[in-house]
């Protein structure tokens, strides 16, 4: 009789899903980071800076800048933030806010741009994962 032996392929592909559902995860996150960075809008200028409601201008490129992802492989996770400080007041506004003297600094009228964004992109983002990869 003779000897038969079977190598499993299986490893292989597993590691080649694995490697191609990172990749597509870093693709959705860079995807939807750029959005963001570009909603944010150009340079401030006082005479025409955002209304209320609208995405805000790039006063101090701190808000751009800050608009970060990062990537779990071992979780199959990726994240996009923003490490700018005051993301969150621009995105959710403020009510009338004072100074420690007692002054008042007013109040700052929401300018979402976070939220929308991840709205906007669900479809682009459900694309790029339905890409294939093997």
């Known amino acids: 009789m003779a000897a038969f032996s079977y190598k499993s392929a299986l490893p292989k592909v597993l590691k080649a899903l694995d490697t191609g559902s990172t990749k597509n995860l870093r693709v959705?996150?860079?995807?939807?980071?750029?959005?963001?960075?570009?909603?944010?809008?150009d340079q401030w200028a006082p005479s025409k800076g955002p209304r209320p409601g609208e995405p805000p201008a790039n006063r101090t490129n701190r808000l751009r800048k800050g608009i970060k992802t990062a990537f779990d492989p071992k979780k199959h996770e990726?994240?996009?933030?923003?490490?700018?400080?005051?993301?969150?007041?621009?995105e959710f506004g403020t009510v009338d806010r004072f100074k420690k003297s007692g002054a008042a600094s007013g109040e700052q009228k929401e300018r979402p741009f976070f939220i929308p964004t991840f709205r906007e992109e669900t479809d682009e983002v459900i694309k790029i994962m339905e890409t294939p990869y093997l």
């Open 28 to 41: 959705a996150a860079n995807h939807v980071r750029r959005k963001m960075r570009a909603k944010v809008g």
């Open 78 to 90: 990726s994240f996009v933030g923003t490490t700018a400080p005051h993301s969150h007041l621009l």
